[in-house]
């Protein structure tokens, strides 16, 4: 449990920044075959690397502030439920919306209540134009998720090194980067 008052509420959920203190949550969570079945390759983590993350998360608080990944709670009753992000894609300039939870918090709507929460945040208080979401060709329920909490589908997307199912969140509908389609396009723009 943590001491510290939450970095953000909603209405059922509290998230809090993630500490060493968080570890064992952690490994329990990427322990379990459910909750990782669409994660990367599928395969649960080991202890090592949940340690690295560890490592890893809270500095990216300071270096990117107002992006990171927050350990979730349930207010009523303090249980861990999983995780939230709101953080770069590696090698990319996309912020992507993220979630992870446990089996038990599954089918509660905690994912879609998170999920939204940092999408308003992002768009809100961090002035973001585009927001995206990133889901296994064939988890249904988190491309569901994603939906629900605003973000459209947008197709295919290469992300983590495999082809994605690509959704995104504008906050203004008028604004979309236009990019070049080929060559002769680019051209066209000098």
Known sequence: MSAAAPWLTTRRLALHEITDAHANELYELDSDPRVMRYIGSGRLSTREQVDAAIRRVPRAYGRY??????????????????????????????????????????????????????????????????????THPDNAASQRVLQKAGLADAGWGRYYERRLRLFEAVRNGAWRPQWPQDAAAARALR
């Open 65 to 134: 502030p107002g992006l990171g990944t927050w350990r979730a709670t349930r207010r009523d009753n303090g249980d861990f439920i999983g995780w939230f992000a709101l953080k770069y894609i590696p090698r990319s300039a996309e912020v992507e919306v993220g979630y992870r939870l446990r089996y038990a918090a599954w089918g509660r709507g905690y994912a879609t209540e998170g999920a939204s929460a940092l999408v308003r945040y992002g768009f809100i208080d961090l002035g973001l134009y585009r927001i995206i979401g990133v």
